[in-house]
C-alpha cells in the first residue's frame, strides 16, 4: 500500500547528531500514523516516535528524553527523525513504518508497510 525508503544512516560519535529520512510513495497519507522503531542485536524491535499525517500530533518512547524530533514534509512526502545527542546505546538499525490508522500505537504489529531499515551506529 505504501512504499518507504529509509536513508540518512551512518556511523557517527557520542554525543553527534544524525538525521534519519524516510520516503513515502504510493498514495496520499492523510490518515496515516508515520512511525519510527528501531532494533539492536539480540534486542526486540522498540518503537521509538510516531507522527500523524494529519494533524501533526507526535509521540516519543520515554527514552528518546527529548533528544528526538519527528517531522514531515508534506512536499516531499518525508518523515524525518533528527536525532541529536547520541550514545552507544542508540546503536540499531532503524525503521520506518506506516498504516492507515486514526490513533497511534507503539506496538510494530499495528504497521503494515515497512522500509528496509538504515543502519545507525554511535561509537568513538
Known amino acids: 500500500q505504501v512504499q518507504l525508503v529509509e536513508s540518512g544512516g551512518g556511523l557517527v560519535q557520542p554525543g553527534g547528531s544524525l538525521r534519519l529520512s524516510c520516503a513515502a510513495s504510493?498514495?496520499?497519507?492523510?490518515?496515516?500514523?508515520m512511525t519510527w522503531f528501531r532494533q539492536a542485536p539480540g534486542k526486540e524491535r522498540e518503537f521509538v516516535a510516531a507522527?500523524?499525517?494529519?494533524?501533526?500530533?507526535?509521540y516519543y518512547a520515554d527514552f528518546v528524553n527529548g533528544r528526538f524530533t519527528i517531522s514531515r514534509d508534506n512536499t516531499k512526502n518525508t518523515v524525518y527523525l533528527q536525532m541529536n545527542s547520541l550514545k552507544p546505546e542508540d546503536t540499531a538499525v532503524y525503521y520506518c513504518a506506516a498504516n492507515r490508522l486514526t490513533v497511534v500505537h507503539i506496538v510494530s504489529r499495528f504497521y503494515d508497510s515497512w522500509g528496509q531499515g538504515t543502519q545507525v551506529t554511535v561509537s568513538s
Open positions: 507522527i500523524k499525517w494529519s494533524d501533526h500530533s507526535t
Open positions: 504510493g498514495r496520499t497519507f492523510s490518515s496515516y500514523v
